[in-house]
């Protein structure tokens, strides 16, 4: 198994006229694992997928997806075969109908997958001769999974690949994701959702007001840190319980959510 | 398949001008040929359908311009350009298929309505020589397709659904009026299509050799603009 990084940038920086929406990201994603991209709305994870994509370009820095350039557009090219990518929007040509979407975008990747494509079609009930201005938004989301899913790709990135699904699609949506990374696929996906996250992914990245705040892995993480509530009967002051192994403190009327990074028994004592 | 994509993006859109360019044409022609008789002057049936090509030329421009219009910038307001853009061709590749697709419409709605035009003139018993027909749309086509490149890039900088064709019509429109000076005439794509300056009056015939070395100079300009489309869009963040 090799272990040249999937992604990999260096000193990543995008600015539109004053906001600066990505700035000198550093990114190394191995292959064969899930990767958590999490952050707050207007992060810049979108911005940063983007950029991965070629669809838009850097201001600076430099970054390369599957050993490809991501500033070259020749290159950028010879990348997208091998790279699906389901967009936060989902949306897909209304003047298409499910058929013949499928069959466009089946024409572009030689590798086609029919057996995934008939499993999904199966699965997510996909009427082929609806158009797709009338799918409903879960509906157009399952459409872009399959289309991203049967093109057997090396890197599949999705920005928000649940939203708009029912709970039972988010669960088919999941395994279909551990499913594709244990035969060899990476996936980069970003998310608020931490349920998600916590079950499938190995490692996370999180990216605060465009810069990478955290690069770790999943079981690294659940080691180093724990959230603790704390519900007192009368609010003491923050400063109280702040030590070096508190990483950040949260009141809400009489509770105190506490994220500590060390020994979680000492803040408890405190607390006490 | 993106000639597949291309043409069910614009399918709509080329049916109804090209019904609509026809059936105004042939009906133009039956209105016309019932007011011949009466009319006091002798006017040459050729000449009406001179007049008529002038009519659909205006037609024709307001067709290819909403023709025209969609791309990735009009698929960057609807959302659907992230899909596109992953897919493993360029931008040079997305709007070759695009600008080629247009231009062979732009050709078929300039052909199709003279044909009809030619059988509706032939069901009242009047023959007109080919050479005429194919004069016609040889100045049609080859000073229109100024007004086809400049419709695509026009769709390639004004995003928005409806923005971008009224402003390619307000272009177009102020682009025929400012060239109507006599001076500037000669650098006119409106004058060339329609073709006046090469009607001999009294037989309503065009005469003279096709004009190549004039047709190749609108050909330059619109090849400029359609380089200078796929640069803007190739230069562009989605």
């Known amino acids: 198994m090799t272990s040249i990084p999937v992604i990999e940038t260096s000193e990543l920086y995008k600015s539109y006229g004053r906001v600066e929406a990505v700035r000198g990201v550093n990114l190394s994603i191995k292959p064969h694992q899930i990767t958590a991209f999490l952050g707050l709305n207007g992060a810049g994870k979108s911005t940063t997928i983007k950029l991965l994509l070629g669809m838009i370009r850097p201001n600076s820095g430099a970054g390369q997806v599957l050993g490809k350039n991501i500033n070259d557009a020749a290159d950028s090219v010879l990348l997208r075969r091998k790279v699906a990518y389901v967009s936060e929007n989902k949306q897909l ?70 939203e708009g699904l029912d709970p039972i699609g988010i669960e088919q949506m999941l395994e279909n994701l551990v499913a594709l990374c244990s035969e060899g696929t990476t996936v980069f996906f970003s998310s608020h959702q931490i349920p998600e996250v916590e079950r499938i992914a190995d490692h996370v990245c999180i990216l605060h007001k465009g810069c990478l705040a955290l690069d770790a892995s999943l079981d690294g993480m659940r080691h180093s840190y724990r959230q603790i509530d704390l519900v007192f ?40 | 398949m993106l000639w597949y994509k291309a043409w069910l993006e614009t399918r709509s859109r080329f049916i109804i001008a090209i019904v609509g360019c026809t059936a105004l044409c042939s009906t133009w022609i039956v209105e016309f040929s019932k007011l011949i008789p009466s009319s006091r002057e002798v006017i040459s049936p050729f000449y009406l359908l001179h007049a008529i090509h002038g009519v659909l030329a205006f037609v024709w421009i307001l067709s290819v311009i909403l023709l025209m219009m ?168 989605f």
């Not at chain 1, 070096?244 to 060390?262: A, K, N, Y």
């Not at chain 2, 061709?89 to 044909?115: C, D, E, K, N, Y």
């Not at chain 2, 769709?155 to 001076?183: C, D, F, M």
């Not at chain 2, 015939?205 to 640069?231: E, K, M, T, Y």
């Open chain 1, 93 to 162: 040509y209304d003047y298409m109908t499910v058929e013949q979407m499928i069959g466009f975008t089946k024409s572009f990747y030689p590798d086609w997958r029919a057996e995934i494509e008939r499993k999904l079609l199966n699965t997510y009930e996909l009427p082929l001769d609806r158009r797709i201005k009338s799918l409903s938004k879960g509906m157009r989301t399952k459409l872009a999974l399959l289309l991203a899913f049967a093109r057997r790709p090396e890197l599949l990135i999705l920005d928000e690949p649940s």
């Open chain 1, 233 to 272: 009967p009368v609010l003491p002051d923050e400063s109280d319980i702040r030590m070096p192994s508190v990483e950040s403190v949260r009141t809400e009327g009489r509770q105190m959510r506490v994220v500590v990074s060390g020994d979680a028994e000492l803040v408890v004592e405190r607390a006490n």
């Open chain 2, 70 to 237: 969609g791309g990735l910038l009009q698929e960057h307001a609807v959302g659907t350009s992230s899909f596109t853009l992953t897919l493993p061709v360029s931008r040079f590749h997305l709007m070759s298929v695009r600008i080629v697709m247009g231009l062979a419409q732009a050709f078929v709605l300039t052909v199709v309505p003279w044909l009809v035009m030619l059988f509706v003139f032939g069901s009242a018993s009047k023959t007109y020589p080919i050479s005429q027909i194919c004069f016609h749309v040889f100045l049609l086509w080859s000073g229109g397709i100024v007004f086809v490149a400049l419709a695509v890039l026009i769709s390639s900088i004004v995003e928005g659904q409806y923005t971008a064709p009224v402003v390619g019509i307000g272009i177009s429109v102020l682009l025929i009026n400012a060239l109507k000076a006599e001076r500037l005439n000669p650098y006119s794509p409106w004058t060339f299509m329609v073709g006046s300056e090469y009607l001999q009056r009294r037989t309503g015939l065009l005469s003279g050799q096709f004009p190549l070395l004039h047709a190749a100079a609108f050909c330059s300009v619109a090849i400029l603009l359609l380089w200078l489309s796929i640069r803007v869009i190739q230069q562009r963040d």
